[in-house]
């Protein structure tokens, strides 16, 4: 944790005034780091912290007035300052707003009416040119989220601070400590929800009491805990029980109504409750699910909030789950698709276990199709255990055409994943092939995902291997490095896969070339494999200083499966150091027809310039032709006038962002001077109006039937004037620039060769109208793609 907070010290205020945003979910200590700051600033240790003046710390959940200014006076207010001195501190922090610092904790607990006023304060308050700290759990959805500048993501403990904290929680007993710490490490649930800080609290405070089972979902978690705090509460006051199932039935009534009251209280967005509103539950308000604030000892009647907001929402889910009145189809949908009862549906489906069917059934008619939403489902199913009739109701929701795209369907950013979120997809893949009819087809992972849920990808690889109706599969193998051989062994036991798409490791730290190589080539030399792609960035801090870490040996260890029709390349230096080890082979290659390099950054590295160069050669001069070529690397320009001169290439995709106004110029003139040459397509991130001029020249004569030109920045795509004959048809244009997702590289290519594989069936019959319709159909599939990773004007030029 002091790794997180550090990171913040450095970096949160040390630019001008900004409003900055930091994210996390329940319990991860997004106050705790709020009140660390504060206190900081007040001792006056932190060097960022010195230059504020005032330190204003606002509990976004007690505010019930939407003006910043109310705000704040009520916080000047409640230190006792009289009226004068309230106005006084007020016109201060008007007048010097940049040695102001307002700490705004829990944006997702500002209740819903208040929340667009309060983003319209904000943003015409004099503390939006002060300094601002705003944390909020993911699911908000408030509109001041809008006025951030910056964000960062609280990502709770790592293991050795997890380690660490569990020490000096139990500094007196050492082998407690060893004792919770083994128990975790040899469970992977549990190590999964121990990484939350209040996760690790409950732990620990479970752990001196039960030393036996320990839970293994959220769920559990806080039933046993409150389970042990009802325990201790009757032996404090003389009346042990001995059944531990009685524990919880003896007061089950009495945390019903509990529960209603937190019920009303989120629906209120409130957190504090009068002791009146407690009054049928008089015993247990002293079990120590309540606690009073210290700081309203002075008032005669002392309101009561629950320990923490997340114990507030598992009674919710409680009553929910066990009350009459709770548990009905029409308090779901209130609840389902409410973003401020996203902790609530987690316990809910939890309790509900195998009564959760009417849950998830509700789910898939109130969803809204976002990944939240996913995220949710994956979190409800793996806290009730699913069973196989639950799979069953929401596994449709998850799969497009046969298609589980595990990327884009969840909200993937480290911290808001659900627990093992890979292992219950796992178990829904499993789920679906022992079904009579099996629907999901392909399944797709990117690194970052697996990568955050390593065990669960393993588990994931596992079920893989046995499915038989997969046929394009696409995964990371970088997160599994370490058991490589075992995991090409799972891969290419299935028969079913004809696509495949890695992201493979190279130059790992844990690997050699040679024993990469070999386990690449065992996947790859599935007989039923077709088509593959293969992703490789090594480290960019290596890159220039570092020779190729191969020998001789290592190079024949590499193999191309015999049947391969097609092949794909993405990456940097390493991707052109893997074309070099099998270019040869691809030069021999009987069946391989079309060869994608998507090779980047070459220019700043001469190395990746010359293996690139060279391999193209040899691999050129084995065979004449290259069906489909797509380079997207700043050095082509150099490389293209040569490759078209000695080879013969149908379609070209050409990346000529960082061509040089002379070098597209030659590239364009090499282009209109070849013989074989079809489509292509020019995409451009900066000098889309020069790729334009330019592109205009293509279609005049020479073979060339259409030209698409894809452009990141709307406003530079002036249309070029048109020969009669040359039609032209949008496929996405939009007014927004959209910054570049981290999956963009891979989408981009995907998406080309969907495109060129459309274009390439259209143009047997070379009818006009056959490739409007093309590219009418790819204005519904592809163009959302490339939408959504930022490329947001295309348009193809083609003889009509
Ligand atoms: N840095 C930390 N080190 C150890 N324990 C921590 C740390 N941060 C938080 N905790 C523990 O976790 C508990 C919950 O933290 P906190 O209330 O700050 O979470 P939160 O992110 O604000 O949750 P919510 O979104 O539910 O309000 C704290 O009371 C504390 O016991």
């Given at each position: ?16 005034p ?11 200590g ?27 710390l ?20 409640a ?79 790592t ?33 999964g ?71 009303k ?48 929402e598992?009674?919710?889910a ?36 195998d ?8 789910w ?10 996913n ?15 639950l ?30 979120y ?17 629907f ?39 997160p ?57 960035f ?54 391989l ?15 990746c ?8 050669e ?15 690397y ?34 364009i ?60 048809m ?10 570049t ?29 056959v ?16 939408a ?11 003889k009509?």
């Amino acid at each position: 944790m002091e790794k997180s907070y550090s990171f913040q010290e450095e970096w949160l205020f040390d630019d001008g005034p900004s409003c900055v945003l930091v994210e996390g979910p329940a319990g991860i200590g997004k106050t705790m780091l709020c009140h660390k700051i504060a206190y900081d600033w007040a001792q006056g240790t932190i060097q960022s912290l010195k230059k504020f003046k005032l330190v204003f710390l606002v509990e976004m959940n007690k505010i019930s007035f939407p003006s910043m200014k109310d705000v704040i006076v009520k916080i000047i207010a409640a230190d006792e300052a009289v009226d004068d001195e309230v106005e006084a501190i007020w016109d201060f922090v008007s007048s010097n707003p940049e040695q102001i610092l307002v700490i705004m904790d829990g944006l997702d607990e500002v209740r819903s009416p208040h929340k667009a006023k309060m983003a319209e304060s904000f943003s015409k308050s004099p503390l939006r040119r002060a300094f601002s700290l705003i944390t909020t759990r993911p699911e908000s959805n408030c509109p001041l989220l809008r006025s951030c500048d910056k964000a960062y993501i609280l990502e709770g403990h790592t293991v050795e601070s997890l380690s660490k904290f569990i020490k000096r929680y139990f500094r007196e007993d050492r082998a407690s400590a060893d004792g919770l710490l083994q128990r975790i490490r040899s469970n992977t649930p549990l190590s999964g929800i121990a990484l939350n800080p209040l996760n690790a609290v409950f732990l620990c405070a479970l752990w001196e009491d039960i030393q036996g089972a320990l839970p293994a979902t959220l769920t559990q978690l806080y039933s046993t805990l409150i389970e042990c705090l009802v325990r201790r509460y009757f032996e404090r006051i003389g009346q042990p029980c001995s059944e531990a199932e009685l524990v919880l039935a003896d007061v089950r009534n009495v945390l019903v109504t509990l529960g209603q009251v937190a019920f009303k209280g989120l629906e209120e967005n409130r957190m504090v409750f009068q002791e009146p509103e407690l009054e049928d539950i008089p015993n247990l308000i002293h079990v120590g699910l309540l606690a009073q604030d210290t700081w309203a000892r002075r008032l005669s009647q002392r309101p009561w909030r629950f320990l923490h907001k997340t114990i507030q929402e598992y009674l919710t889910a409680y009553y929910l789950a066990e009350s009459e009145q709770g548990f009905t189809v029409e308090q779901f949908a209130k609840v389902i698709p409410n973003p401020d009862m996203y902790m609530v549906c987690i316990f809910l489906a939890g309790l509900l276990k195998d009564r959760a069917h009417y849950f998830f059934e509700t789910w898939t008619e109130v969803r809204d199709k976002s990944e939240l939403a996913n995220n949710l489902c994956l979190s409800c199913l793996y806290e009730c255990a699913p069973h196989s009739e639950l799979v069953e109701i929401v596994l449709p929701s998850f799969v497009d055409d046969g298609s589980f795209d595990v990327t884009t369907k969840l909200k993937n950013r480290f911290y808001n994943i659900p627990t093992n979120y890979l292992a219950t997809i796992s178990t829904m893949l499993h789920s679906d092939q022992k079904h009579s009819d099996p629907f999901v087809t392909a399944i797709v992972v990117d690194r970052w995902t697996a990568a955050s849920d390593v065990p669960g990808f393993r588990q994931l690889l596992r079920t893989i291997g046995v499915c038989k109706t997969l046929q394009h599969i696409s995964l990371p193998l970088f997160p599994v490095a370490c058991d490589l051989q075992s995991m090409s062994s799972v891969l290419h036991a299935n028969h079913s896969v004809s696509s495949i798409d890695l992201d493979i490791p190279l130059r790992c730290k844990s690997m050699p070339v040679h024993e990469i190589n070999m386990a690449v080539s065992r996947i790859l030399s599935s007989d039923s494999l077709r088509k593959v792609r293969l992703s490789m960035f090594g480290s960019s801090r290596q890159k220039h200083d570092r020779p190729p870490s191969f020998s001789e040996d290592d190079l024949r260890t590499l193999k191309l499966g015999a049947f391969l029709s097609s092949l794909s390349l993405t990456g940097n230096t390493s991707a052109a150091l893997f074309l070099h080890l099998i270019s040869v082979d691809v030069g021999k290659h009987k069946t391989l027809a079309a060869l994608s390099l998507n090779i980047s950054e070459t220019e700043k590295d001469p190395l990746c310039s010359s293996l690139l160069s060279s391999s193209l050669e040899t691999i050129f001069k084995q065979r004449g032709t290259v069906n489909k070529l797509l380079l997207s690397y700043g050095s082509a320009s150099l490389v293209v006038p040569t490759i078209l001169r000695t080879t013969a290439i149908k379609y070209l995709i050409l990346d000529v962002s960082k061509f040089p106004d002379q070098d597209l110029c030659d590239v364009i003139s090499a282009l209109n001077r070849s013989k074989s040459m079809e489509f292509v397509v020019l995409f451009s991130e900066v000098a889309a109006s020069q790729v334009y001029a330019n592109a205009g020249k293509l279609l005049h004569k020479g073979p060339i039937k259409a030209v698409g030109l894809l452009s990141r920045f709307p406003h530079s795509c002036q249309s070029p004037s048109h020969k009669p004959g040359v039609k032209r048809m949008t496929l996405i244009a939009s007014d927004q620039y959209v910054p570049t997702s981290t999956k963009g590289a891979k989408m981009l290519q995907t998406a080309f060769e969907e495109w060129f594989d459309e274009i390439s069936r259209a143009d047997m019959k070379a009818q006009s109208d056959v490739i409007t319709s093309a590219l009418d159909t790819l204005k519904f599939q592809t163009c959302p793609k490339l939408a959504s990773i930022g490329w947001n004007h295309f348009e193809v030029w083609y003889k009509a």
